[in-house]
């Protein structure tokens, strides 16, 4: 007999914890509704708060990486973005290479091409010797350069305008445009300092000769910074009206 008090007290003991835990589960229940309720209520009440929808904010959409831009308006007779007029792509069977720059081919329509490496022929026999630095570029590239590299600066899309042309706006889409610099100063490459260069001395007397021209002069009327390595084709018809014609 005595060997069954233990396995009776092993069992009322736990059956009384069981009846007393009843009314404590209901307990924490009550309260855990209550606690998900109050929190639902403070979200709510916190989204209705003044302010707090600033991610809709188009510049702080823009600061977490999100294209945001003003709309296209006319300017002298074209359509224009951010001070830069709109052009098409190149067809990529009408583009030669004329170089390459850290690795990447530099490529020109024909007629630029042709015109550019007899340029660069003149100026190497004058002792002075032209890089190639950009050419043609897509739309897909202009937008990586607009929005990414830009926005590691930190600036609004009117800054990086006056920088770099918005996507589908870009002279480099035709495929007439080129920038280039100096092999005896390549820290001045896509820089004002290059003005200061043999090169941009030489290409001032000599770029119209082969249908050169500078693209953005100081104080131009598109408004975009002074870029005196950014040169492009106007030497046959179709260049012209690319860049002349309303």
Do not use: C
């Amino acid at each position: 007999m005595n060997d069954d008090i233990p396995v009776a007290r092993r069992q009322s003991t736990p059956a009384k914890k069981a009846q007393s835990s009843v009314p404590a589960l209901r307990s924490r229940l009550v309260l855990g509704l209550v606690l998900v309720g109050l929190v639902l209520l403070a979200g709510w009440g916190i989204e209705k708060l003044p302010g707090s929808q600033q991610a809709a904010d188009p510049q702080v959409l823009e600061e977490a990486g999100q294209p945001s831009l003003p709309q296209p308006t006319v300017q002298n007779g074209r359509p224009s973005l951010l001070g830069h007029y709109a052009y098409s792509e190149a067809p990529a069977d009408s583009l030669r290479v004329v170089g390459s720059y850290r690795g990447r081919e530099v490529r020109l329509r024909q007629a630029a091409a042709e015109s550019y490496l007899r340029m660069s022929e003149a100026a190497q026999a004058d002792g002075i010797r032209l890089v190639p630095i950009s050419g043609f570029r897509s739309i897909a590239e202009q937008e990586f350069l607009f929005f990414q590299l830009a926005q590691s600066r930190a600036l609004r899309p009117e800054e990086r305008a006056a920088l770099s042309a918005p996507p589908g706006y870009s002279e480099h889409h035709t495929g007439y445009a080129i920038d280039i610099g100096d092999a005896q100063f390549p820290q001045w490459d896509t820089q004002e300092a290059f003005e200061t260069t043999p090169a941009f001395r030489w290409l001032e007397r000599n770029a119209a000769r082969f249908g050169f021209e500078l693209s953005f002069p100081r104080n131009n009327p598109q408004g975009v910074n002074y870029e005196p390595w950014h040169w492009r084709f106007v030497g046959d018809r179709h260049s012209l009206e690319t860049f002349y014609k309303r």
